[in-house]
């Protein structure tokens, strides 16, 4: 019988599971593998540790790191990347996950196997690519970077333009047709490991946008509203639910209209706390 080759660091982007089907191709393939095992070729005492890490329960320190790409016998560039996954999961800030995120994202075997996964969380990461998304359903769209970038408000430049064309069409968002590029309405599927941060980044921009709209634009234009509440803790789930039905009910308006479409908008509703909770300070 064939043994099971071992799964690589490359095809994944959470180290916990990595470890957990590392361990369990270890194991289909010797019985008598065993969490000890690991333990003792990674020069550890707790036998426990690779299971604790596996389940969350426990991170790996620089030290622990170094001997689990030990007992994993992984090749230079593979540890390499695993030293990676590692590092954006225990990054803090949403700076030093981006920053793992593009050295993930350029190592060679990345770009070449992940390409979809890269071009994903460009989209939710890039305010630039959804709007173009939006602008190709005008009558007048022209899928010439040049173009694009002289309707966008801020400006980019030509080849941001560009690349967020780029983007659309691997991920067949964008599709020819008669000579042209026309919408399609795919859908964009990312791994939730790279989810969490595109989203995170998307939110970021698109307040930066609303901040900056105050001076970009005259009151005509743009429409920026805000409440100050106090509420008890038991309203915030319903408060919740009532936004994202109003967000719902503004969707089917802008997607029941039945002019041409003129211009692109952006739409925030946001709903945070100002203060800790009485439970917090007591």
């Given at each position: 019988?064939?043994?099971?080759?071992?799964?690589?660091?490359?095809?994944?982007?959470?180290?916990?599971?990595?470890?957990?089907?590392?361990?369990?191709?270890?194991?289909?393939?010797?019985?008598?593998?065993?969490?000890?095992?690991?333990?003792?070729?990674?020069?550890?005492?707790?036998?426990?540790?690779?299971?604790?890490?596996?389940?969350?329960?426990?991170?790996?320190?620089?030290?622990?790191?170094?001997?689990?790409?030990?007992?994993?016998?992984?090749?230079?560039?593979?540890?390499?990347?695993?030293?990676?996954?590692?590092?954006?999961?225990?990054?803090?800030?949403?700076?030093?996950?981006n920053?793992?995120?593009?050295?993930?994202?350029?190592?060679?075997?990345?770009?070449?196997?992940?390409?979809?996964?890269?071009?994903?969380?460009?989209?939710?990461?890039?305010?630039?690519?959804?709007?173009?998304?939006?602008?190709?359903?005008?009558?007048?769209?022209?899928?010439?970077?040049?173009?694009?970038?002289?309707?966008?408000?801020?400006?980019?430049?030509?080849?941001?333009?560009?690349?967020?064309?780029?983007?659309l069409?691997?991920?067949?968002?964008?599709?020819?047709?008669?000579g042209t590029?026309a919408?399609?309405?795919?859908?964009?599927?990312?791994?939730?490991?790279i989810?969490?941060?595109?989203?995170?980044?998307?939110?970021?921009?698109?307040?930066?946008?609303?901040?900056?709209?105050?001076?970009?634009f005259?009151?005509?234009?743009?429409?920026?509203?805000?409440?100050?509440?106090?509420?008890?803790?038991?309203?915030?789930?319903?408060?919740?639910?009532?936004?994202?039905?109003?967000?719902?009910?503004?969707?089917?308006?802008?997607?029941?209209?039945?002019?041409?479409?003129?211009?692109?908008?952006?739409?925030?509703?946001?709903?945070?706390p100002?203060?800790?909770?009485?439970?917090?300070?007591?």
């Amino acid at each position: 019988m064939t043994q099971r080759a071992l799964p690589s660091p490359y095809d994944y982007l959470d180290h916990r599971r990595y470890l957990a089907d590392w361990f369990r191709a270890k194991k289909e393939a010797n019985p008598n593998f065993s969490h000890r095992v690991f333990a003792r070729r990674a020069e550890q005492k707790n036998p426990s540790l690779l299971h604790h890490v596996i389940e969350g329960r426990r991170n790996l320190t620089e030290r622990t790191l170094e001997s689990f790409v030990k007992a994993l016998s992984l090749r230079a560039g593979e540890a390499q990347f695993f030293r990676l996954l590692v590092e954006l999961d225990q990054a803090k800030t949403p700076e030093a996950r981006n920053d793992v995120w593009e050295r993930i994202s350029a190592t060679r075997r990345f770009r070449e196997a992940r390409r979809i996964e890269r071009s994903s969380f460009e989209y939710l990461s890039n305010w630039v690519v959804p709007t173009v998304r939006e602008l190709a359903r005008r009558r007048d769209f022209r899928p010439d970077p040049e173009w694009i970038a002289e309707q966008l408000r801020p400006r980019v430049g030509v080849a941001e333009a560009a690349r967020a064309l780029q983007v659309l069409m691997e991920l067949g968002l964008l599709v020819e047709e008669d000579g042209t590029l026309a919408v399609a309405e795919a859908s964009v599927a990312t791994p939730p490991e790279i989810t969490r941060l595109a989203v995170a980044n998307y939110h970021r921009g698109m307040l930066e946008l609303a901040a900056g709209s105050i001076e970009r634009f005259p009151g005509s234009e743009r429409h920026l509203i805000a409440i100050t509440v106090g509420v008890p803790e038991s309203l915030i789930p319903t408060l919740k639910a009532e936004a994202n039905a109003f967000l719902e009910r503004m969707m089917n308006l802008c997607d029941g209209a039945t002019a041409d479409t003129d211009k692109i908008m952006q739409m925030n509703l946001q709903l945070f706390p100002l203060t800790a909770g009485r439970e917090e300070i007591t």
